[in-house]
């Protein structure tokens, strides 16, 4: 069983910055990929950013240029850069590991809320 715990969510204000982690229990470089994914209050879980094993990386068009992915082989962790945040980032934040096709690990969630 794989488990993710994420950290660092918190309250700010529009235009402050955040950074997420995501701890796993295994090798961040055994999955497909790692990435970010969002939930708002009354709305569906929607992607945000991730990267694969090989280090390509994809991002939401309403994040690119403030969000920025990373990873630390040796800590097991992949990280989440939030830049200029706006209130519309407001969400629960959920790391993400993909094994496969149809095998993908969540972690607990971290909430994430920007005032204006």
């Known amino acids: 069983q794989v488990q993710l715990v994420e950290s660092g969510g918190g309250l700010v204000q529009a235009g402050e910055s955040l950074r997420l982690s995501c701890v796993a229990s295994?090798?961040?470089?055994?999955?497909?990929?790692m990435g970010w994914y969002r939930q708002a209050p009354g709305k569906q879980r929607e992607f945000v950013t991730s990267?694969?094993?090989?280090?390509?990386?994809n991002y939401l068009d309403s994040v690119k240029g403030r969000f920025t992915i990373s990873r630390d082989r040796a800590k097991n962790t992949v990280y989440l850069q939030m830049n200029s945040l706006k209130p519309e980032d407001t969400a629960v934040y959920y790391c993400?590991?993909?094994?496969?096709?149809?095998?993908?690990?969540w972690g607990q969630g971290t909430q994430v809320t920007v005032s204006s």
């Open positions: 993400n590991a993909n094994w496969g096709p149809a095998v993908n690990y």
């Open positions: 990267i694969t094993s090989g280090g390509s990386t």
């Open positions: 295994r090798s961040i470089f055994a999955f497909n990929a």
